[in-house]
Structure formats: C-alpha cells, structure tokens
C-alpha cells in the first residue's frame, strides 16, 4: 500500500486560494508571499548543520516579560477571532457553557419551548394556585405560628384554609387576611360539615414526611 505522506513529484491541487493571501496578520511579515530561490538558498545555507540559535541559551527575564505580555494581548477581547465570549440565557441571563446555546437547561423547556407544549392550556386558576403556594402559603404559616386558628394544634399536618372560597372570591386569592392555619382535621370539618373518621386520608395523600404539610383549600 502506498504511503499516504507527499512525495516528490506528487501534483498538488491548484486553483485553490489560501485564506491568508493579501492579508497583513501580524503573525509573519512574509505571510501571505512568496520568497525568491536566492532567499531560500541562503536560508538553507545558513542553517546547514548548524543547531537552533537558542539551543542552550534561556531568555532573560525582560525577553520573558515581552513575551508574555504579547501573548496576553490575543487572549480574551483583544484575541482577533473574538466574539463576545460565552452567551447567556435569553429569559434568565444564566451564562451557557455551549456558545451556540440561546436558553440554559431550564428555560429551555419552559412555556412554548416544552415538548409537551399544548397551546397553553392551563387554567388561571391553577396557575393562580401554584403563586399562592410559592409566595403566600408560607407567610400564613408563620404568622400563625404554625398553629392550628380553630383547635389551638401546633405543628402535626396543617393546611392553609381561605376562608371566603379560593374558586368564588378572585379578588380575595392573595389576601393574607382571607387565609387562615388549620389542622387536616379541622379543615376535614368546615369543608365536609363533620368530624372527620379516623380511617380517612384525606389531606394526607402528598405526605413526604417532616413536621408539617402545606396545602391550600
């Protein structure tokens, strides 16, 4: 099998045009041209035989410093390629490891952007009820001490009752003085209009485990 190196005598591709011809890149004066055979003659003459001109020798600490600081001044902003740096999430402002990233891991599968996606579908209502929990819930529970408003209980399964009805009072959804802490068992009687049988789970479904549990009428 032939090797696959260049050879002498091989035809090179011609008609194609380096992407560096006529341009000043500041990496070589001659890029970009073509030396004369006398040039390259002498050039060859003069490194015949002969070692590296640095070969044994080390760069003084000001050559040093030069050098650094010249490669400093391609890194970041003042590099040529440069093109802003890495992007960040449009909805989030999060910075994004992938520079043809738009959206970060999150919000890239929010609202329209979900493959389960249906037109949004879902209701006021329960959009209304995940606010509540988020922003509310937690500041009834505090003020009440995370004690129960009917039977004076302190902590076991509480829930945060409204007491003008969450479905009927719109405008009374996200008023603290509508909200009160009960207990599941007398929030299972306001609701039901009786005691609540000890067999039943009702308010206990959602348990993880922990002091309390927090849910909304």
């Not at 600490?61 to 802003?84: L, Q, V, Y």
């Not at 509508?178 to 299972?188: A, E, F, Q, S």
Request: proline share 5%; glycine share 10%.
């Amino acid at each position: 099998m032939p090797s696959p190196r260049f050879q002498k005598g091989n035809k090179l591709r011609t008609g194609i045009v380096p992407w560096n011809k006529g341009k000043k890149t500041g990496l070589a004066p001659w890029l970009g041209k073509k030396r004369s055979p006398e040039t390259i003659k002498k050039m060859s003459e003069a490194m015949n035989g002969k070692p590296s001109p640095m070969l044994g020798k080390r760069h003084t600490e000001e050559t040093k410093k030069k050098i650094s600081e010249s490669r400093k001044r391609m890194f970041g902003k003042n590099h040529p390629s440069w093109k802003g740096g890495k992007p960040k999430c449009k909805d989030c402002n999060k910075q994004l490891g992938n520079i043809y990233a738009k959206y970060c891991s999150s919000c890239a599968k929010k609202g329209e952007r979900s493959p389960r996606w249906k037109g949004g579908v879902t209701s006021a209502k329960r959009l209304d009820r995940g606010k509540f929990q988020r922003d509310i819930q937690k500041k009834i529970l505090e003020r009440d001490d995370y004690t129960c408003q009917m039977c004076n209980t302190r902590g076991g399964i509480l829930h945060v009752d409204h007491i003008q009805s969450f479905a009927e009072y719109l405008e009374r959804r996200f008023d603290m003085d509508n909200c009160r802490t009960l207990c599941v068992k007398c929030h299972y009687k306001i609701t039901f209009k009786r005691e609540m049988p000890q067999s039943s789970c009702w308010g206990q479904a959602f348990v993880k485990g922990g002091r309390f549990h927090v849910v909304q009428d």
